[in-house]
Nanobody, 126 residues
Protein backbone atom coordinates (compact mmCIF):
# COMPACT_ATOMS: atom_id res chain seq x y z
CA UNK A 1 0.00 0.00 0.00
CA UNK A 2 1.40 3.35 -1.03
CA UNK A 3 1.77 5.85 1.77
CA UNK A 4 2.64 9.55 1.84
CA UNK A 5 3.94 11.09 5.05
CA UNK A 6 4.35 14.83 5.51
CA UNK A 7 6.71 16.52 7.93
CA UNK A 8 8.13 19.95 8.64
CA UNK A 9 5.05 21.85 9.71
CA UNK A 10 5.06 24.12 12.72
CA UNK A 11 4.44 27.60 14.03
CA UNK A 12 6.32 30.67 12.82
CA UNK A 13 5.89 34.42 12.85
CA UNK A 14 5.10 36.51 9.81
CA UNK A 15 8.07 36.61 7.49
CA UNK A 16 9.43 33.30 8.69
CA UNK A 17 10.23 30.17 6.69
CA UNK A 18 9.40 26.49 6.83
CA UNK A 19 10.31 23.54 4.66
CA UNK A 20 7.78 20.77 4.26
CA UNK A 21 8.75 17.28 3.16
CA UNK A 22 6.67 14.38 1.90
CA UNK A 23 8.12 10.90 1.73
CA UNK A 24 6.67 8.05 -0.33
CA UNK A 25 6.71 4.41 0.69
CA UNK A 26 4.99 1.19 -0.28
CA UNK A 27 5.85 0.98 -3.95
CA UNK A 28 8.84 1.21 -6.26
CA UNK A 29 7.75 3.65 -8.93
CA UNK A 30 7.41 7.40 -8.92
CA UNK A 31 4.17 9.31 -9.26
CA UNK A 32 3.34 11.01 -12.55
CA UNK A 33 2.60 14.20 -10.68
CA UNK A 34 2.88 15.36 -7.07
CA UNK A 35 1.50 18.43 -5.40
CA UNK A 36 0.92 20.30 -2.19
CA UNK A 37 -2.58 21.34 -1.23
CA UNK A 38 -3.72 23.26 1.80
CA UNK A 39 -6.94 23.68 3.68
CA UNK A 40 -7.67 26.47 6.11
CA UNK A 41 -10.59 26.27 8.57
CA UNK A 42 -13.88 26.81 6.77
CA UNK A 43 -12.28 26.92 3.34
CA UNK A 44 -11.95 24.56 0.41
CA UNK A 45 -8.77 22.59 -0.09
CA UNK A 46 -6.69 24.44 -2.68
CA UNK A 47 -3.72 23.53 -4.80
CA UNK A 48 -0.59 25.36 -3.68
CA UNK A 49 2.10 23.94 -5.94
CA UNK A 50 2.68 20.89 -8.08
CA UNK A 51 5.44 19.24 -10.06
CA UNK A 52 5.44 16.76 -12.88
CA UNK A 53 7.59 13.63 -12.61
CA UNK A 54 10.40 14.94 -14.80
CA UNK A 55 10.42 18.23 -12.92
CA UNK A 56 9.97 20.25 -16.09
CA UNK A 57 6.38 21.28 -15.42
CA UNK A 58 5.24 23.00 -12.25
CA UNK A 59 2.35 25.14 -11.08
CA UNK A 60 1.93 27.60 -8.24
CA UNK A 61 -1.10 29.28 -6.80
CA UNK A 62 -0.98 33.01 -7.44
CA UNK A 63 -0.98 33.67 -3.71
CA UNK A 64 2.35 31.87 -3.20
CA UNK A 65 4.28 32.71 -6.36
CA UNK A 66 7.67 34.13 -5.55
CA UNK A 67 7.51 32.88 -1.95
CA UNK A 68 7.11 29.10 -2.21
CA UNK A 69 9.25 26.65 -4.18
CA UNK A 70 8.36 23.06 -4.91
CA UNK A 71 11.06 20.49 -5.61
CA UNK A 72 11.56 16.76 -5.55
CA UNK A 73 14.29 14.21 -5.06
CA UNK A 74 13.33 11.25 -7.22
CA UNK A 75 16.08 9.11 -5.73
CA UNK A 76 14.76 9.37 -2.18
CA UNK A 77 11.21 9.85 -3.46
CA UNK A 78 10.76 12.96 -1.37
CA UNK A 79 8.72 16.01 -2.28
CA UNK A 80 9.58 19.37 -0.74
CA UNK A 81 7.90 22.73 -0.33
CA UNK A 82 10.14 25.59 0.70
CA UNK A 83 7.98 28.35 2.12
CA UNK A 84 9.49 31.79 2.64
CA UNK A 85 8.03 35.10 3.74
CA UNK A 86 5.12 33.34 5.37
CA UNK A 87 1.95 35.27 6.08
CA UNK A 88 -0.99 34.63 8.43
CA UNK A 89 -3.04 33.77 5.33
CA UNK A 90 -0.78 30.76 4.78
CA UNK A 91 -2.06 29.17 7.98
CA UNK A 92 -3.60 25.82 7.06
CA UNK A 93 -3.14 22.09 7.07
CA UNK A 94 -0.84 21.21 4.21
CA UNK A 95 -1.38 17.95 2.36
CA UNK A 96 0.88 16.06 0.01
CA UNK A 97 -0.86 14.50 -2.99
CA UNK A 98 0.31 12.10 -5.68
CA UNK A 99 -1.01 10.67 -8.93
CA UNK A 100 0.22 7.11 -9.28
CA UNK A 101 -0.47 5.30 -12.54
CA UNK A 102 -2.90 7.88 -13.86
CA UNK A 103 -2.52 10.75 -16.30
CA UNK A 104 -2.92 14.24 -14.87
CA UNK A 105 -4.66 16.80 -17.05
CA UNK A 106 -5.71 19.37 -14.47
CA UNK A 107 -3.04 19.27 -11.75
CA UNK A 108 -4.59 22.10 -9.75
CA UNK A 109 -7.70 20.03 -9.05
CA UNK A 110 -8.02 17.64 -6.11
CA UNK A 111 -9.59 15.01 -8.34
CA UNK A 112 -6.33 14.66 -10.27
CA UNK A 113 -4.70 12.78 -7.38
CA UNK A 114 -5.35 9.30 -6.03
CA UNK A 115 -3.07 9.26 -3.01
CA UNK A 116 -2.98 11.69 -0.09
CA UNK A 117 -0.99 12.18 3.07
CA UNK A 118 -2.49 12.90 6.48
CA UNK A 119 -1.43 16.54 6.49
CA UNK A 120 0.83 18.76 8.55
CA UNK A 121 -0.21 21.94 10.32
CA UNK A 122 1.36 25.26 9.43
CA UNK A 123 0.52 28.23 11.65
CA UNK A 124 1.75 31.75 10.95
CA UNK A 125 1.23 34.35 13.66
CA UNK A 126 1.15 38.14 13.07
Amino acid sequence: QVKLVESGGGSVQTGGSLRLACTTSGNTYNANYMAWFRQAPGKEREGVAGIENTGTITFYADSVKGRFTISQDTQTRTLYLQMNDLKPGDTAIYYCAAAFGIAVIYPRQRSAYNTWGQGTQVTVSP
